[in-house]
């Protein structure tokens, strides 16, 4: 049981997969990533892979932002994502990583005129914010906004914003930093999506916000919708607002539905785990075990040999 790579057309150990440190992307930013879970269903011993097809269709699209063309279409991805999982031997969570990149080994920023890679790597990884309530800041980072770096792909050059966020929210002793865009209005986390819960509705930056178009997103919305008859509202959320909110929660692949319990020192709603965000939680958790057929269009299943 180790983790595996799909890299350069071939299936192989992730400790075999190696490049060179010339490869542009590495130097420039110019590649663009995914995050993908394998959910172990120990019960029926199979792996279910949960809307690796959106995720892969999400990722094409950042493709076409930064001119990568790859000799893949997303059955491919899909297909080769399927075999690299298989080749851990693995019987628990797995984490895929997809990136697709500028693999020229040359110097020069640009995005025209290189030859482009791609590879998918299968491990495992934890719950990405651990599984308790978040205490989170609001970064002095702004968001970037698209007329910067498009935030509608995971661009890995735009996630030194991220990383500058996280860092300083971090050392001052917070789990997670929540970004205002450049207009000030509420835009996501480091690495996840955020909704707010005020007098019963549910809402969450639109998409012109500086978010990223996370798949998490969209599930809780159709859950919402379909399973608790709430229609989620899309709307610009100023700061305050979320200090004033019953309930505030990331969503996110590698993170799954997490409650929000204090911000800036403030405690939001009564501190604790709101009651629509556990909610939400216990359906995203169970909807991404495979089990409910109404949802099949969300599960690739894998049975291990
Ligand atoms: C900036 C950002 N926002 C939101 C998300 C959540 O997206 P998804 O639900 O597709 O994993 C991610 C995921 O990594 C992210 O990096």
Same mark, same amino acid.
């Given at each position: 049981?180790?983790?595996?790579? #799909? #890299? ?9 997969? /190696? +490049?060179?440190i010339?490869?542009?992307a ?5 590649a ?23 995720? !892969?269709r *999400?990722q094409?699209?950042a493709? /076409? ?5 790859? &000799?893949y279409?997303?059955? /491919? ?7 690299t999982? *298989? ?9 895929? @990583?997809?990136?697709?990149y ?10 025209h ?12 990884l ?5 599984t ?6 609001t ?8 007329s910067?770096?498009?935030p509608?792909?995971?661009?890995? %050059?735009?996630?030194v ?18 970004? +205002?865009? $450049? ?8 690495g996840?999506n955020?909704?707010?819960?005020i007098?019963?509705?549910l =809402?969450t930056p639109? &998409? ?5 178009? %996370? ?5 809780v919305?159709?859950?919402? *919708?379909?399973e ?8 610009? =959320?100023? @700061?305050? $607002?979320?200090?004033?909110?019953? $309930? ?17 020192h *403030? &405690?939001?709603g009564? %501190? $604790?785990?709101?009651?629509l ?12 075990l495979? @089990?409910?057929p /109404?949802?099949?269009?969300? !599960? ?6």
């Open positions: 049981m180790e983790p595996y790579a #799909f #890299f350069e057309d071939k299936f192989m150990p992730l400790k075999d997969a /190696k +490049m060179g010339l490869t542009q590495l130097h420039y930013g110019t663009c990533f995914g995050g993908i879970r394998g959910f172990w269903d120990e019960e029926k011993q199979h792996f279910c892979l949960f809307r690796v097809k959106d995720h !892969y *999400r094409l699209d493709c /076409k932002i930064l001119n990568i063309n790859l &000799p279409d997303v059955d /491919k991805m899909a297909e080769v994502t399927v075999e999982v *298989r080749l851990t031997g693995f019987k628990e969570n797995v984490y895929c @990583r997809p990136l697709a500028k693999s020229s080994e040359a110097i020069g920023v640009k995005l005129d290189l030859d482009d890679g791609f590879f998918v790597i299968a491990t495992t934890p719950a990405y914010l651990g308790g309530g978040i205490r989170c800041c970064s002095s980072w702004r968001r970037v906004s698209d910067q770096i498009s509608r792909g995971k661009i890995t %050059g735009l996630y914003n991220s990383a500058l966020a996280k860092t300083d929210a971090n050392r001052a002793g917070f789990d997670e930093a929540i970004m +205002m865009n $450049e207009r000030g209005h509420v835009a996501e986390g480091t996840e955020l909704f707010v819960v007098k019963g509705q =809402i639109p &998409p012109y916000d500086s978010i990223l178009l %996370g798949i998490t997103r969209d599930t919305m159709q859950l919402a *919708r379909n608790l008859g709430i229609e989620t509202v899309e709307r610009s =959320i100023d @700061r305050s $607002e979320l200090y004033v909110a019953d $309930e505030v929660f990331f969503t996110g692949t590698a993170t799954n539905v997490a409650p929000v319990v204090e911000l800036d *403030r &405690p939001i009564d %501190g $604790e785990t709101g009651p965000a556990a909610k939400l939680r216990e359906l995203y958790t169970q909807v991404t495979g @089990r409910n /109404k949802y099949s269009e969300w !599960y690739t299943f894998l049975k291990p040999e």
